[in-house]
């Protein structure tokens, strides 16, 4: 899905951009980034969007790609606050070790989801490898498609709180668009994630 592919693009450049702030020991720039990725990207959208996914509704091979690729996520991020947050971190390793250190990592499928279970098995999250950058996961095309949907969640919510309508409410949205234009194309191939984000009724386009 277009969520999961940000997620992975938006996690190898948090690495990458990690990496390169403590070698150059600015402690400050590199806690920033782990901070914002953690909050604003990971909790605060991937979290929103994957919801529906791992509803009990989903079907359950479904639902377990997703659980798998959320346990994925977690463990690396706690690994890259690991050096800024030493014993929170821990503590949270030691829960995901009680909750999934019992899965048989060799009867994954994906050797990535794999590699993170069998990281599980360490004694201590100190003793694990630090996460390391994977360009293949980076997509510019793919952030700018999220991006466009993330700015229109966010015009949308502005014209909401300006006219004071509960986020509960759900309102009918119509899009002025080419029907040949990209703009239009991502909004409709990602209704879905729109949806997800704002809560809307009809989606119309003129």
């Given at each position: ?26 402690f400050d720039?590199?806690?920033?980034t782990?901070?914002?990725?953690f ?34 996520l ?8 690991h050096?800024?947050?030493p014993?929170i ?5 030691s ?11 060799t009867?994954?499928?994906?050797p990535?989801v ?5 990281e599980l098995?360490?004694?201590?999250l100190?003793?694990t490898s ?6 293949e996961?980076e997509?510019e ?5 999220f991006g466009?949907l993330?700015q229109?969640?966010v ?8 006219m004071?309508i509960?986020p509960?409410v ?6 002025v ?5 990209q703009?239009?194309?991502?909004l ?5 994630c729109?949806r997800?984000l704002?809560?809307?009724?009809k989606?119309?386009?003129e």
């Amino acid at each position: 899905s277009l969520e999961d592919r940000w997620i992975l693009s938006r996690l190898s450049k948090t690495v990458a951009k990690t990496a390169s702030s403590l070698d150059q020991y600015a402690f400050d720039k590199a806690t920033t980034t782990v901070y914002e990725f953690f909050w604003n990207e990971f909790c605060a959208l991937y979290i929103e969007l994957s919801k529906q996914t791992l509803s009990s509704s989903t079907p359950k091979a479904q639902r377990a790609c997703k659980q798998a690729l959320c346990l994925l996520l977690l463990v690396d991020i706690i690994k890259l606050l690991h050096p800024f947050a030493p014993y929170i971190t821990e503590e949270l390793f030691s829960i995901l070790k009680q909750r999934y250190g019992a899965i048989d990592a060799t009867n994954c499928r994906s050797p990535r989801v794999s590699a993170a279970l069998q990281e599980l098995a360490a004694p201590l999250l100190c003793a694990t490898s630090y996460p390391t950058a994977r360009p293949e996961d980076e997509s510019e095309a793919i952030e700018e498609e999220f991006g466009l949907l993330q700015q229109v969640a966010v015009a949308i919510r502005a014209i909401r709180g300006e006219m004071k309508i509960a986020p509960s409410v759900a309102n009918d949205l119509y899009i002025v668009a080419s029907p040949t234009s990209q703009t239009r194309c991502t909004l409709t191939q990602h209704e879905r994630c729109l949806r997800s984000l704002v809560k809307l009724d009809k989606v119309m386009y003129e």
